[in-house]
């Protein structure tokens, strides 16, 4: 993937999940485009990423072991784009 390319990604990840996690990076981005795939390691938590929730809840500190964005390019009027988040 060229540089140019993967500076896209990371901004489009940074303008939809910026204000929940902090650390994305070109360092721990890994990106499989034909699959659909974009994968970050090791994000933080923000203390204000449930905020919106309204629950009963304050988030002192979060770390999220793997950030997984699933795209169905191949259907993409027909199918969610999906997030996974492991550990």
Known sequence: ???????????????????YVDGITPENLKVQVLAGTITQHNLCLRE?????????????????????????????ASQPVVVEIDT
Do not use: D, Y
């Open 48 to 76: 204000e990423a449930l905020s919106e929730l309204n629950l009963p809840i304050t988030v002192r500190a979060g770390r999220l072991g793997k950030f997984v964005v699933r795209v169905p390019w191949r259907h993409l």
């Open 1 to 19: 993937m060229s540089a140019g390319a993967k500076a896209l990604v990371l901004a489009k990840l940074q303008q939809v999940f910026g204000k």
